[in-house]
Nanobody, 128 residues
Framework: QVQLVESGGGLVQAGGSLRLSCVGSGRTFGSQAMGWFRQAPGKEREFVAAITWGAASTYYADTVKGRFTISRDNAKNTVYLQMNSLKPEDTAVYYC?????????????????????WGQGTQVTVSS
């Protein structure tokens, strides 16, 4: 069992930055791949970024590549999402999620179905 709690969301102007954190409980955090997803009003939840269990590989949606960076600190049971050059279209509720996946096939991380545990979400609002 893994419980996840996100923080770091807020209101920021376009071009600004935010750093989201997701703290996990449970002894298996370090063995889980971690992902960030987001959901805007009236839209489906979409993949943002993922990192493998040992942080050897990271994967990004094309819409955030070059602006967002995912990282993790297994000693602190924490995964981060550094978001730079934010745009109004980045406005959404951001969720972190944990998956038992052990693959370097990037496409495997894009689906919500492979994630077993989810946080409650943190709101990110980017004003123009």
């Amino acid at each position: 069992q893994v419980q996840l709690v996100e923080s770091g969301g807020g209101l920021v102007q376009a071009g600004g930055s935010l750093r989201l954190s997701c703290v996990g409980s449970g002894r298996t955090f370090g063995s889980q791949a971690m992902g960030w997803f987001r959901q805007a009003p009236g839209k489906e939840r979409e993949f943002v970024a993922a990192i493998t269990w040992g942080a050897a590989s990271t994967y990004y949606a094309d819409t955030v590549k070059g602006r967002f960076t995912i990282s993790r600190d297994n000693a602190k049971n924490t995964v981060y999402l550094q978001m730079n050059s934010l745009k109004p279209e980045d406005t959404a509720v951001y969720y972190c999620a944990a998956s038992p996946l052990r693959t370097y096939n990037s496409g495997s991380y894009y689906s919500t179905n492979v994630y077993d545990y989810w946080g409650q979400g943190t709101q990110v609002t980017v004003s123009s």
